[in-house]
């Protein structure tokens, strides 16, 4: 079993930028799978970026790319997501979710797909 606690959101204007982090307790942390989610007020819980255990594999969703950025630590045992050129539209709760696997490069999309989940954190873009 893994926790997750996201940390980083925040209140950022139009066109700044934040590093959302989700620190896992455990020893397995090599062994998940991770994504980060994002889910605005009256709409669908939605992907932004997957990572394979090993860290080679990301997708991100197309309305992402080139915006958001994925990366994790297994020193650590945190992933991050770097967010630039921020957006109102941009502003949701921003959860990261684990899926324990044994392939080293499978990414999953699907929030059905994972195991365990962050309690989120708020990101507020003001125009």
């Known amino acids: 079993q893994v926790q997750l606690v996201e940390s980083g959101g925040g209140l950022v204007q139009a066109g700044g930028s934040l590093r959302l982090s989700c620190a896992a307790s455990g020893r397995t942390f090599s062994t998940y799978a991770m994504g980060w989610f994002r889910q605005a007020p009256g709409k669908e819980r939605e992907l932004v970026v997957a990572i394979s255990r090993g860290g080679g594999n990301t997708y991100y969703a197309d309305s992402m790319r080139g915006q958001f950025t994925i990366s994790r630590d297994s020193a650590k045992n945190t992933v991050y997501l770097q967010m630039n050129s921020l957006k109102p539209e941009d502003t949701a709760v921003y959860y990261c979710?684990?899926?324990?696997?044994?392939?080293?490069?499978?990414?999953?999309?699907?929030?059905?797909?994972?195991?365990?989940w962050g309690q989120g954190t708020q990101v507020t873009v003001s125009s």
């Open positions: 979710a684990a899926k324990s696997t044994v392939t080293f490069g499978a990414i999953f999309t699907a929030p059905n797909q994972y195991d365990y």
